[in-house]
C-alpha cells in the first residue's frame, strides 16, 4: 500500500438536527480527507459538532448532505469506536469486557488472550482481573476500553475524547503508550478532543473547528523536534509551545 | 451477630402468629357445629393431612401437579422468551405483533377452558397446555421489554466494532434483558401453577386441584384445606428454585454470551 491511500474522505458535509420544530445545523460544509496510518485531531469548542462529526463517520447519523466515504475494506479489517464515557458491559468481568473485540472478530486464542493479560497488568489493572465492570473505578473502566481498542489491532479508531476522565498523571502515560501503539500498528485515527496539547501531542493532523455550525477552519500539521514520542518531554521542541499558540488564537477567535 | 439476633425475633414473631391464628382456628372451629362444617378446624386439617399422606396418595397427586405446573411454564416461558428477545430483530415486526400479543394477553385463560378440552383432551396434555397459555404472554412481555430496555450504549460499543445483529443479540441484548426474563420465570411460578389448577378443575381425576375439587363436593372441608397446604408447599419449592436461578444470572450470562476460554475458574 502507498502512502497516500485515503481511508476517510468527507466532502461538504452537513448534518441538520431537528428539534421543536426548530432546526439548526450541527455541521455545516465540513471537508477534510485522512490517509493511511495518519492520527488525525479534531479540536474545537464545547458544542462544536465534534461528537456529531464522529457518529457521522461510524454510521451512527446519517448526513444531511454531503458525503462520506470511508473504505470498506479497512472498515473489514478492523474498525474500533472509544467513547466519551466508557461504555463496558456490566455483566463481564474486567479481562471479558478488554477480549470483547477480539471476541467478536473472532481472533480471540490463547496468545492473544496472554498479550491482553500483559496489556492489563501493564496499565495497573492486574488485581482487577477478575471484577465485574461495575466494581471498578471511571478512570480504571476508561484503561480497559483503551485495552479493549487497541487489542484487536484496529485498521481504524474513532476516539470521543478518550481521555477526558483520567487524571492528569495517567493521562500523560495512556498518551504516550496510545501514540505509540497507533504508530506502529499505523492505525487510521480519528480523535477528538477539546484539548489542545494533547492533540498537538497525537496528531499528525489537527482540525481546528469553529462554533457551531461547525466547521473547519483551519488544519494543522505538528512536526516536533524533540522527544515526539513522550507525551511530556516532546514539550521541549520549541513548536509545540508556538502551534499551542496560535491554536489557542483560532479557538479564541470563536468566543469573540 | 445482630443481624442474625434480628433474624430469630422474626422467626419467633411469625411462629407466635402462626399459633395464635391456630388457635382461635381451633376455637372458632370447635364452639359450634355449624361453624365446624364451614371452616373445620386445625386439628380436623392435620388429620385429614396424615390421611392423605398415607392413604390419599397425597405425594402422588402432589407431584402430578407440580409436573403439569414446572412442564407447562417451562414451555410457555421458553416460547414467550424466544419470540420476545427476537423481536428485537425487527422493530416493524414489533410493531405488528404488539396489539395482537396485548389482545391475546387480555384473553383470561378460563374463557378458553373449555376448547381447551375439545384440543387437548382431558389428560396431562390439557392441563401442560393451559399453564403454557398463562405463562407464555408473561414471558413475552417481560422479554420484549427488556430487549427494549437495553442501553443503547453498549449496543453501539458492538456496532463500533462492526460487530453483526447477531452477535449484538448474543452478546448484549440476551444478557441485558436477562433480569427481566429471570423475573419472568419468577412471575410465572405462580401463573403456571394457576394453569395447572384450571386445568384439574374444569376435568380431572389427579392432582391437588381434583383432591381439592372432590372433597369439597363432599364437604369435606378439612380436606380440602389439607391439600391447598401442599399447593402452598408447591409454590414455596417453585418460588425458591426461581429464585435460586436468579442468583445464578452471572453463571447464566457467562454460559450464554461469553467463550469458555474466558471464563474465571
Redesign the interface.
Known sequence: MSNSTIDIKVKNLSVKFQKNSKSFFALDGVDFEVKRGEFFCIVGPSGCGKSTLLKTL???LQPTTGEVHISEER??A????L?Q?P?L?P???L??NA???L???GK?N?DR?DTLKFDISKFGLGDF??H?STEISGGMKQKVELIRALA?GPQLL?CDEPFASIDFVNRFELNTEFKHRCTIARTTTVFVTHNIEEAIFLGNKIAVMSQRPGQIIKIYEPKLSKNAHDAIKCRESPEFEDLFQKIWENLKGNYE | MNNKHQKWKILFIQTLIILLFALIWEGLGRSSKNIFFLIGTPLAVAGEFWQLLIAGNFIGNFFITGAEAVVGLLIGTLIGTVLGLSLWFSESAAFIAKPFVTALGALPVFALAPLMIVWFGVGFGMKVAIAVFSTVFVAFNQAYKGANSVALEYVDTLKGMNASRSQIFQKVIIPGSLDWVLSSIRLNVGFGLLGAFIGEYISSNEGLGYLILRASNLYNIPRAFAAAIGIIALALILDNIAQFIERRRYTIVQWISVPPQLWHR
Open positions: 461510524l454510521g451512527f472498515k473489514k478492523g474498525m474500533v469506536y467513547p464515557s461504555s458491559l455483566w463481564r468481568t479481562l471479558q477480549a470483547l473485540g471476541e467478536i472478530k480471540l490463547k488472550q482481573e477478575k465485574l484487536s474513532f
